[in-house]
Structures are given as C-alpha cells and as structure tokens.
C-alpha cells in the first residue's frame, strides 16, 4: 500500500526558505501516566484549524518539539473522500512528561518522507510466486479462494504489522486470525509466503500460531440461545485498506448478510495497529435487530497454558493466557481487553472437539451494537520480558493504563 496514506518524511529545510513560512502554532501533549511511553496523538482537522485557520491544503505541515526535531507523522483519509481527515503523530514520552509540539505551515516545500513502521498488506495473485497488492478486495457470496485453482493468497488473507508483532486474518469462511512473531521492527510481511516458509523461524520472525477450528487471535463470532456462530462472510466478504505509515494501519472488514440463527446482519470489523504497542483494537458495528444475540471473541486453547480473567487496575476487564503455546514450543503470552466494565461481560470455554468453533478461551462482550477491544500478543523471541509470566502480566499492565490514560492534547 505504498500510495494509500499521505506518507510524510524526512525533511529538508533546503527547499523552504524564511519567506515561505505562512504561519506557525503549538499543542501541549501531556502524558498523564508514571510510565514511558511511545504513543501516537491523533489531531482531528477541526484542532488542526483551530491552530492555523488559514492553513489550506496547498501547504505542507511540518511538527517539531522544543528542540527543533522532527515528529513523523502521517495524514488519514478516513472515510476515503481523497481529502484527510485526522493527522496522527508518533512520539516518545517520558513519564509524566509535558511536551509542546510545534506546528508550521510552509507555502512550498516537497512531501517529507518518514520512515514506515506501520503496514497493511494485501496480496493476491493466481499462482505462488506472484502477487499483487490490492487495497480494496471483494469476496463473493459462497467463494472460498481455496477451491479456485487461478487465485491464491500471499498469505491466506490481509495482514497487518507493526514495529513489534504482526498478524493475518484468513479470508474465507474459517476467518481467523494468526500470529507473526516479530525480531525485526522492519515491515516485513509483504516479502512472506511467495518464496519464503513462514511457518519456520528466520531472521525476521515466524508464524507462531496454531488456529485450527478456534477463533485464533481475537477473532469474532456470535452467541445466540448458547449456540456459537462463527463470522464466516459466506455471504459475501470486502476488505478495504484504509492508511499505513510511520503511526499506525487501519483496514476495514465489511460482512453482508450474515446470518445468526434466522437473522441476518451486516457486520464491520475495523482493525488498527499503532506503533509501539503489542496490541492491535478491534471496533466492531452491527447492523440488525439484536435482539438477545451477543457478540464472542476468544484466545486460542490448543497447547498446555494458563489463563485468568480479571480486572486491571483501571477497571478494564482482560482474558489473558500465557505458556509454551507457540508454534517454535516457546512461551507466547496472549491476552483479549475491553475497556466496558458491564458486569454483564464474562468468560467460558468453546467445546474441545465438534465442526464448529473449539479449543478457545472465551470472553464474551455483551448484547450491543458497537463493541471495541484489544488484542495482545507477547513471543519471548520478540523480547525477553516474554519469557515469564510476569513479564507478560506486565505488559498487559502498562496497555492497560496507556489505553485508559490517553495522552491529553491542548
């Protein structure tokens, strides 16, 4: 998705001199924490506005801190109308720290050019080794891509990464979700699965999960009178690339005409990934009369591990499992959070065996229509801290308080 986002970059003060200078403001970014973090601030066009009213779009903006350096950043379209809608930065904070950002806005200068961290990558071809990236992709009602012998995959569906971990979601009625183990923070997963074996460890990581019949890494499904029903698309499936760059990626997944029971819906599934974190967030809309239906996500539970259910610190609830559950037999922690403290939210197990979904911690998000929730993932070739227990619990600690304590802009 090279073209996709409006990817800004290393900047050259050579090509803008003083009198092409329009106008400059600045935003007071505060981490409200007792923790060091990198966090990715998202400024909205209207905040934006606010700072510079006369900015147009001819101009080119460029952030700094108080020491003059550059923060990457890059501008969403999210509705995908060909005009942005939010600018999101990355930053590093210390703790407590309060830190000024100053915003210019240059008449003339080149597109700056920041370092990617953050992918999307769809790849489809008709046969191994060859594929294209696609940004948009349909599947059609009853297409399962595994039973057409001119299309394949690169990597069974869309995958997505950042600096720490990546992950695939498989497009077609299965529709779960796997882990990559990341050793490298350079995106790597458009390179996988055309003359690469990702199922073995290389020097950038592998594929280290086992998904099966389960729901994987965070995947969706439905609970209707105590029946589990998988988010399958049969009736049609799109998948659509929404920004990628150095702050973070977001695809979209719409399903049509999803049936639960007797009732069909239509079901979108958002995905972001930002930099620095071990988790990506699900949003989740569901169009159609829920009725007493509820909406199931889950960890997989095919290897010896253990696993609890408890609140943080900040009140979010978290389903958290941790051992040797990897593919390489190295300690993988895993861990599903949602930031609704409905007492109503609760956890049970999917069968051991049977044609449906199996072998899978569940934690169930209640009957509404818009859900959001974490996923988390720690490999203890990705970092040392994963080797325990502890460790794990401790980063799924700091998630919890980053993602409850936001850093606050003025």
Partial sequence: MRNLAILLGTFSVLFISCDEKKE??????????????????????????????????????????????????????????????????????????????????????????????????????????????????????????????????????PAWENDKVGFR?????????????????????HKQGLTTNYHEQADWGMDILKVGNSL?????????????????????????????GPARAIFRMTYLDEFIGNKSYHIVHTITIEKGDWFYKSDVEIHGVIDDMELVTGIVDMKENSFDFYQTREGNQVLKSFGKQSENNDHLGMALMTTDTSPNINNSEAPKEGKGI??????????????????????????????????????VAVASASISNPITIQ
């Fill in 24 to 157: 400059d403001a600045f935003f007071m970014l505060r981490n409200e924490i007792d923790i060091a973090r990198t966090e990715v601030v998202v400024l909205s066009k209207k905040q934006i506005l606010e700072k510079l009213p006369n900015f147009d779009e001819s101009q080119i903006l460029i952030f700094k801190d108080s020491l003059g350096t550059e923060i990457p950043y890059q501008l969403d379209d999210l509705d995908q109308d060909g005009v942005w809608d939010e600018v999101a930065l990355v930053a590093d904070f210390k703790a407590n720290e309060e830190k000024k950002v100053v915003v210019h806005a240059f008449a003339k200068a080149e597109l700056p050019q920041y370092k990617k961290f953050t992918d999307v990558h769809f790849g489809v071809g008709k046969a191994k080794p060859v594929a294209s990236e696609v940004l948009k992709h349909v599947r059609i009602a009853g297409q399962d891509w595994r039973e057409i012998d001119t299309l394949f995959y690169q990597m069974e569906g």
């Fill in 358 to 395: 199996t072998n899978t911690h569940l934690i169930d998000l209640g009957n509404a229509k818009s859900h959001s929730f974490y996923f988390l993932s720690g490999w203890e070739a990705s970092d040392e801290l994963f080797k325990s227990e502890l460790g794990f619990a401790e980063v």
């Fill in 216 to 244: 994987g890494a965070g995947s969706i499904a439905f609970k209707k009178q105590d029946s589990l029903y998988r988010l399958s698309g049969v009736n049609g499936a799109r998948f659509e690339a929404i920004t990628e």
């Fill in 169 to 189: 979601l498989y497009f077609d009625p299965r529709n779960g979700i796997d882990i990559f183990g990341k050793t490298t923070s350079e995106p790597t997963l």
